[in-house]
């Protein structure tokens, strides 16, 4: 378990990283989210012993983290996946990493083959491109096998089958158990991924709960094989109808069920009902305005 107690970092007069508090449970995957500046990497630096807090403190299984024995097995970081010598080659990188944190340096190829750069595992790293960087970091994470892993912006640089790859991969660790906190600022990128979003904006944390509470059902869209039919009988049931782009009936405020069951009623025919949610844009602005 992760408890995070009133991190606050300051830089000369302003304070980047306001009062943060939060707690991290295993088996779960939670996604830090917040617009650019907002004080993502600050906080997971301050975590990880990177950058130290003005105040509040962090405690990984009870302990700070550089109070851990060997932190590399208890907590796998992806802080800054440029940081590597680009004249290595990705399988030394992860060799002399492995003697590091005190695994075998057979343990470099597994996780090679772990994050799919078992091709490029003899390359230089200077030639690899910004997704491949990303996961040669992630391999660097995963080396002691830990029981926790901090990631910030783990999404950079993936193509959509790279995005999904980390999905399944972040998504398996917690499944098997494990703590995964990662950072973004796009919901898209996360939003499949992460069980729980704790939202910061300007330093200080706005929101923090299940995806689906956040990002409430804000009303249904709906399409219609007789669109103008249906909005009548909506209408005659008492909801108010917009018409959305794409030819979208959006019914604000109602489930689609509600919408579902007047269509039924009237036996019209559907070809899409789908709840319309408030997007992270808003939600940010709402939150931090
Ligand atoms: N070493 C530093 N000295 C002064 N200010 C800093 C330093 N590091 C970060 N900051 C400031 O702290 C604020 C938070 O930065 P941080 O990198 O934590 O944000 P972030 O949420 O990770 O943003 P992004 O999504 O752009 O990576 C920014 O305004 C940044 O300019």
Redesign the pocket.
């Not at 917040?34 to 906080?43: H, L, V, Y």
């Given at each position: 378990m992760i408890e995070v107690s009133g991190l606050t970092k300051q830089?000369g007069s302003?304070t980047?990283?306001d009062d943060v508090s939060f707690v991290l449970e295993p088996g779960t995957v939670t996604g830090f989210l917040?617009?650019?500046?907002?004080?993502?990497?600050?906080?997971l630096r301050m975590m990880t012993g990177l950058v130290p807090a003005t105040a509040g403190s962090t405690r990984i299984d009870g302990r700070p983290y550089d109070a851990l024995a060997n932190p590399a097995a208890v907590v796998g970081t992806l802080l800054d996946a440029s940081a590597v010598h680009p004249g290595r080659t990705g399988r030394t990188h992860l060799r002399l990493m492995a003697a590091t944190v005190g695994v075998p340096a057979t343990r470099a190829d597994e996780v090679l083959e772990l994050v799919g750069l078992t091709d490029a595992a003899g390359r230089r790293i200077g030639g690899y491109s910004l997704g491949m960087r990303q996961r040669l970091g992630i391999a660097g994470a995963l080396l002691a096998d830990p029981p926790v892993l901090v990631f910030?912006?783990p999404a950079n640089g993936l193509d959509p089958e790279g995005i999904r790859w980390m999905r399944d991969l972040l998504r398996g660790h917690a499944a098997r158990g494990g703590t995964v906190l990662l950072?973004s600022?796009l919901l898209g990128e996360v939003e499949s991924t992460v069980d729980r979003l704790l939202v910061?904006g300007a330093?200080r944390i706005v929101a923090d709960g299940p995806v689906s509470d956040l990002l409430g059902s804000e009303g249904t869209a709906v399409h219609a094989a007789d669109p103008a039919a249906l909005t009548r009988a909506l209408e005659t049931a008492g909801f108010h109808v917009q018409h959305g782009a794409d030819g979208a009936l959006v019914v604000p405020g109602a489930e689609p069920g509600e919408v579902g069951a007047v269509a039924a009623a009237g036996a019209h025919v559907l070809t899409d009902l789908r709840p319309v949610r408030r997007g992270i844009e808003d939600l940010f602005f709402q939150l931090t305005a």
């Open positions: 830089y302003r980047v990283v917040g617009p650019n500046g907002a004080g993502k990497s600050t906080t910030d912006e950072s600022h910061i330093g």
